[in-house]
């Protein structure tokens, strides 16, 4: 790849060592000069101005040209488009500035000032002319380095239609500005239509809110960002566990069957030795009958050199033995069998060979429709001496806590549902929120007088208070973000408060709604400002966004609403409210539309309090309290 330096050096016509103004290309050795540089230096190499021919040598290698009409021969050199693109890539990743004016004819000059009435950026030559012209050397003009005009300098402050006048008005029922011409012809009929002037005036005061809102999204993103980078690692650690796994199986079915076949082998080896023996003994045999009878055919042959006394001899005891020999030899010609081998492969072997299409198959495993998957019930887990479970939450996805309100107990269970500690409390506990570093807070009301405990769960999962936060009056629902934790506290008027702290406790602020009943039984807060939180004795579940209101707007109110009490949402948004007497959970869309009743009465669902979706172990999971025991329910993929 080229450096900057090396670019730049491409750039420059070699002859006046400035950057390329309309490059020409000269035909043979495709060397590039400026176009008038390249004209000036055929004119001073004429030899013959007579004849109008000229012969001259390229500046940089000598290679020499025979040129008719030098002139008309320049305009006809092809340009190099190579070099204009390399001075307009200069020319945009340089830190300068371009002179609006010099831009417009096509010129590059870097610009020093900024004029705010007409909106340019000028260069030391146009600053002179802006500076002496009539109508313009009022103008106020700024260092084009000035960190606090930057901002200005991507506003545009003109007309799109008429690009000559200034912006002026601002049409709120259009929501655009435009020039009075503009708001003269097209939006003399608009209601609403007022001076930008007057407009700016009071846009001071809505950027709490705005800032607000834009913190909310940055700090959405920023978990979002986190989430995505988490599973990012998640899903390479999965694909080398799987890698691991599947590498392992294959290894272990490859030596599994080279096992068998290292058997397979020894048993073929053992029965061609045995076979071998038995051939190798019949082939010693054949071939000692062989040498017996070669012996007496070679004496009949050579008879006639034997004496006649010994020929006679010898015939009587091969008539003798020729009967035996024939017994002999038929005998163990009957008694050989052709030895063959062959294999009998197992039938589970065969099937599994014949069966074995491929190693496996690689599922996506996070692909949840929460909106219209079935939800199915994995466990019902009795809690050990309780008989009403108010609330439940995980803990660093690998633990649920859940609490008693008769017994006064909270409970550390395990994902599998078995107790691993409990601990006694002081007051009646109602709601419980999971914080960060195995924290989680209970909210205890005795007598009109509340607090909200903080509670840290130790290596050995024992329990112990880290603080206490007392309240004016009983303390009801409560819910966690990243870097919040909102309690609802009763109130003797029309509605709740909420009461907003930081994750160690400090108290940040305080906001009383007048819509629901005296206390929020559960409490959601979607972002940093925006809360969803169940009315029961009115059957309703209600939104307020305390940034912008003290009101909050009902959500919804049907008859399948009967005292909701739990309220949390999904990894995507979606909202679950648990309904006490309606025996039913709810769902809604982040923007509070009714889906679905996704979970609806029947023999294990009664009266439930507490619910809860988040990931427990490697899925994750809906967990509802009802009574004494936690229904743990997860999704379909």
Avoid at 98 to 109: A, G
Avoid at 297 to 318: G, Q, Y
Avoid at 431 to 457: H, I, P, S, Y
Avoid at 561 to 566: D, K, L, Q, R
Wanted: overall charge neutral.
């Amino acid at each position: 790849m080229a450096t900057k330096t090396s670019v730049n050096d491409l750039i420059v016509c070699p002859i006046c060592y400035e950057i390329f103004q309309d490059p020409k290309s000269l035909p043979q050795c495709l060397h590039t000069f400026c176009k008038s540089c390249i004209k000036s230096y055929i004119s001073s190499s004429v030899t013959d101005k007579s004849l109008n021919k000229t012969d001259f040598h390229c500046p940089v290698c000598r290679k020499c040209y025979h040129v008719t009409n030098p002139k008309e021969w320049v305009d006809t050199l092809p340009h190099n488009h190579l070099i204009v693109s390399l001075t307009d890539q200069e020319k945009m990743e340089s830190k300068e500035l371009p002179c609006d004016i010099c831009n417009r004819l096509s010129n590059f000059q870097p610009a020093i000032s900024w004029c705010q009435e007409c909106c340019d950026q000028l260069c030391e030559t146009c600053v002179k002319f802006h500076q002496v012209g009539r109508l313009t050397m009022e103008h106020k003009l700024c260092n084009i380095g000035d960190q606090t005009q930057k901002i200005s300098l991507s506003v545009d402050l003109f007309c799109k239609q008429h690009t000559s006048r200034r912006l002026e008005v601002y049409c709120f029922d259009h929501e655009e500005a435009c020039c009075l011409m503009c708001a003269t012809v097209s939006h003399r009929k608009c209601e609403k239509v007022n001076s930008l002037e007057d407009c700016a005036q009071n846009c001071s005061a809505d950027i709490p809110n705005i800032c607000y809102e834009i913190e909310d999204m940055q700090k959405a993103c920023d978990t979002e960002i986190t989430r995505v980078t988490s599973d990012l690692k998640s899903l390479e650690k999965e694909s080398k566990d799987i890698e691991h796994k599947v590498s392992t199986m294959a290894e272990e079915i490859i030596n599994a069957v080279r096992d068998k076949e290292q058997i397979l082998i020894g048993n073929l080896k053992k029965t061609e030795k045995e076979q071998s023996l038995i051939l190798q003994n019949t082939l010693d045999e054949f071939s000692d009958f062989k040498k017996k009878i070669e012996y007496d055919v070679n004496i009949l042959k050579n008879s006639d050199k034997l004496p006649k006394i010994a020929l006679f001899l010898e015939l009587k005891r091969i008539g003798k033995t020729v009967s035996e020999a024939k017994t002999d030899f038929n005998k163990l010609q009957k008694g050989y069998q052709t030895s063959n081998l062959e294999v009998h492969i197992d039938e589970i072997v065969q099937k599994f060979h014949s069966s074995f299409g491929t190693f496996g198959e690689i599922k996506n495993k996070n692909k949840v429709n929460y909106q219209s998957g079935q939800l199915v019930l994995e466990k019902s887990v009795t809690v050990e001496g309780s008989s009403c479970l108010t609330d439940v939450d995980v803990i660093d996805e690998r633990y649920i806590v859940t609490i008693c309100q008769t017994t006064k107990m909270v409970y550390i269970l395990d994902e599998n549902g078995k107790q691993l500690s409990k601990s006694k409390l002081t007051e009646t506990p109602w709601a419980v929120a999971a914080l960060q570093n195995k924290t989680f807070c209970v909210t205890q009301r005795d007598q009109n007088l509340g607090r909200v405990c903080m509670f840290k769960v130790h290596d050995d999962l024992s329990v112990s208070i880290v603080k206490e936060l007392e309240m004016p009056q009983n303390a009801w629902g409560i819910c966690a973000t990243k870097d919040r934790i909102v309690v609802s506290i009763g109130n003797f008027s029309d509605g709740p408060v909420f009461r907003f702290y930081d994750q160690e406790g400090n108290k940040c602020e305080e906001h009383e709604i007048p819509q629901g009943a005296s206390y929020a039984s559960g409490v959601l807060a979607t972002t940093r400002k925006d809360l969803l939180y169940t009315h029961q004795c009115g059957n309703s579940l209600f939104s307020v966004d305390i940034s912008k209101s003290k009101s909050a707007s009902t959500v919804y109110k049907g008859n399948n609403m009967h005292h909701p009490i739990g309220v949390t949402c999904d990894p995507n948004g979606n909202v679950y409210v648990a309904c006490h007497v309606s025996s039913n959970v709810l769902q809604f869309d982040k923007n509070g539309n009714f889906i679905r009743e996704i979970i609806q009465k029947n023999s294990a669902v009664q009266n439930p309090y507490g619910i809860r979706v988040k990931r427990l172990g490697d899925d994750v999971k809906l967990i509802l309290t009802t009574q004494a025991k936690l229904l743990v329910y997860h999704f379909m993929k």
